[in-house]
């Protein structure tokens, strides 16, 4: 019994290994033919058949395709690793340009930065000395409503489209602030949302520590518009030595737009070049597999019997070679076989001379066995014996020689 319950399990395994092994072609026709017959879990349902049918169509005609076209294979996968190398390249560039485009555009805008701290630095100086004949309460007045924006406005003069200046309290609590104490409102150039434009991050760091500091963040315009930009930030004295964070917004738009199109460029040449290599792939493959088919196909003609076909070969390379021993293969081929015909009418020709020469003596040996054989009954047992076992050698004899001459028609 236990011999028995295990040969079906060995079957199992065998039979599940055989369908592990079978190609994706044998499984779509596999899967066919449980469509069409029923699936063992249940019926199918019509409109899933349908589907599946419609799917499975196209879809075994292209691995049949895949399967039986080398030129195919060799151009697709030529495509695809192309397509990959091109990905790789494009990736690699562009982390290049782009990294190239935010350094340039970083030194540029912390030159531009440094300049403008410490002409604010200065201006701030200047103004606090005041005039000769200038009171200390209009100076004030002065200093905290007009000159901080005064000084936004000259800071931004140069720089329209190029970047923001922003000017805040440094309270890192409420530096939005118009009426809370020890805070001014936020003073920008351009249409700059300061509240939603400086990173919190920033501010924090400016009011802990002193020094120049930058992040990385998204301009946001009024109009509700954000771009990526660098925020540059440093904490000042003002005219009155009260301390306040003045900001440079540096907006990437142009440096975007550089790498926008070069993304457009390397993606049209990258679908370029890969389409030209598809179109190489698909021309040198051809040279080579064009005369495998032809070898092909004259094998096939050769198999059937046309034993005069032969390849057309041109130039010296591998593939002429390949020709030239194609043809002597066939030549060699025709040549054995017209010998080994010849050969066999040469046989056929012999038995038949062997046959005639041999029927004459048959004749006058058939005739004096006849005339013992019918003289036999005068003699002795043992003679009248050997007259029969001769007349019935020389009966299988003549059949004998009859066949022979039948073969050799």
Do not use: C
Request: hydrophobic letters at 40%; aromatic letters at 4%.
């Amino acid at each position: 019994m236990a011999g028995s319950g295990a040969a079906p399990e060995h079957d199992e395994g065998r039979t599940a290994g055989r369908l592990n092994r079978a190609s994706l072609y044998d499984r779509l026709r596999h899967s066919g033919r449980l469509l069409q017959d029923g699936a063992s879990g249940g019926p199918v349902n019509p409109v899933l058949r349908m589907v599946l049918r419609w799917v499975r169509r196209p879809l075994l005609a292209a691995v049949r395709l895949w399967r039986r076209n080398i030129q195919l294979r060799v151009v697709a996968s030529t495509l695809l690793m192309s397509l990959g190398v091109v990905l790789l390249l494009g990736v690699v560039v562009i982390g290049q340009v782009r990294n190239g485009l935010q350094d340039a555009k970083r030194n540029a805008a912390q030159s531009q930065a440094s300049g403008g701290f410490k002409v604010a630095q200065d201006q701030a100086d200047t103004d606090a000395r005041g005039e000769p004949g200038a009171t200390a309460g209009s100076r004030a007045r002065l200093n905290s409503g007009v000159w901080l924006t005064g000084l936004v406005q000259q800071l931004a003069s140069g720089g329209q489209g190029v970047y923001s200046v922003v000017a805040l309290s440094s309270d890192t609590q409420q530096p939005f602030v118009d009426d809370s104490s020890g805070t001014r409102a936020p003073r920008s150039s351009g249409d700059v949302q300061p509240e939603r434009s400086v990173p919190a991050g920033l501010r924090e760091t400016l009011d802990e520590q002193p020094g120049t500091y930058e992040q990385h963040t998204r301009i946001v315009r009024s109009s509700g518009e954000a771009e990526p930009g660098l925020a540059i930030g440093k904490q000042l004295n003002d005219v009155n030595g009260n301390p306040y964070q003045l900001y440079y917004l540096f907006p990437f738009t142009q440096e975007e737009k550089s790498l926008s199109l070069v993304k457009t460029t390397l993606a049209t040449a990258g679908v370029f070049v890969v389409v030209l290599l598809g179109a190489i792939a698909w021309l040198v493959v051809r040279q080579v597999v064009t005369p495998v088919r032809m070898a092909a196909g004259i094998s096939e003609r050769l198999a059937a019997g046309f034993l005069q076909e032969r390849m057309k070969v041109t130039g010296e390379d591998d593939i002429a070679r390949l020709g030239e021993s194609f043809n002597k293969m066939g030549q060699n081929l025709q040549l054995k076989i017209q010998q080994l015909e010849e050969l066999s009418r040469m046989q056929r020709r012999f038995v038949s001379d062997v046959s005639h020469e041999l029927r004459t003596p048959l004749t006058t040996v058939r005739m004096a066995a006849d005339v013992i054989h019918e003289a036999r009954e005068g003699m002795d047992p043992a003679t009248a014996r050997s007259t029969e076992l001769l007349r019935g050698q020389l009966d299988r004899f003549e059949s004998l020689l009859a066949d022979l001459l039948e073969i050799s028609r």
